[in-house]
């Protein structure tokens, strides 16, 4: 069984940073792509940031130069180091891999519980 665990989300003022750490565990063979999702109340769930195995990473526009990502591929983890918030950046965060538990199992989606991140004075 995989579990990814998601950690870091919390309350923050306008133009201050935090840091979102996942962690996958478990039978874990291969991981490609991960990433970070978050969904507003209301509203559907849309990506923030990916980054691919060897380090190449893609985000949203609304985040760019405010938001990073990054990974430890030794240690099955992703980060969201967010800097410069706005309450628009409120919601809660999923983290994503793109994860193959065993050598014969394709690789498929796996997401976390998710963190709430609110940005508010």
Same mark, same amino acid.
């Given at each position: 069984?995989?579990?990814?665990?998601?950690?870091? +989300?919390?309350l923050? $003022?306008?133009? %201050?940073?935090? *840091?979102?750490?996942? #962690?996958?565990?478990?039978?874990?063979? !291969?991981?490609?792509?991960? +990433?970070?999702?978050? $969904?507003?109340? %209301?509203?559907? *769930?849309?990506?923030? #940031?990916?980054?691919?195995?060897?380090? !190449?990473?893609?985000?949203?526009?609304?985040?760019?130069?405010?938001?990073?990502?990054? *990974?430890?591929?030794?240690?099955?983890?992703?980060?969201?180091?967010?800097?410069?918030?706005?309450?628009?950046?409120?919601?809660?965060?999923?983290?994503?891999?793109?994860?193959?538990?065993?050598?014969?199992?394709p690789?498929?989606?796996?997401?976390?519980?998710?963190?709430?991140?609110?940005?508010?004075?």
């Amino acid at each position: 069984q995989v579990q990814l665990v998601e950690s870091g +989300g919390g309350l923050v $003022q306008p133009g %201050g940073s935090l *840091r979102l750490s996942c #962690a996958a565990s478990g039978f874990i063979f !291969s991981i490609g792509a991960m +990433g970070w999702y978050r $969904q507003a109340p %209301g509203k559907q *769930r849309e990506l923030v #940031a990916t980054i691919t195995r060897g380090g !190449s990473t893609n985000y949203k526009d609304s985040v760019k130069g405010r938001f990073t990502i990054s *990974r430890n591929n030794a240690e099955n983890t992703v980060y969201l180091q967010m800097n410069s918030l706005k309450p628009e950046d409120t919601a809660v965060y999923y983290c994503n891999a793109d994860l193959a538990p065993t050598l014969y199992t394709p690789s498929y989606a796996h997401w976390g519980q998710g963190t709430q991140v609110t940005v508010s004075s």
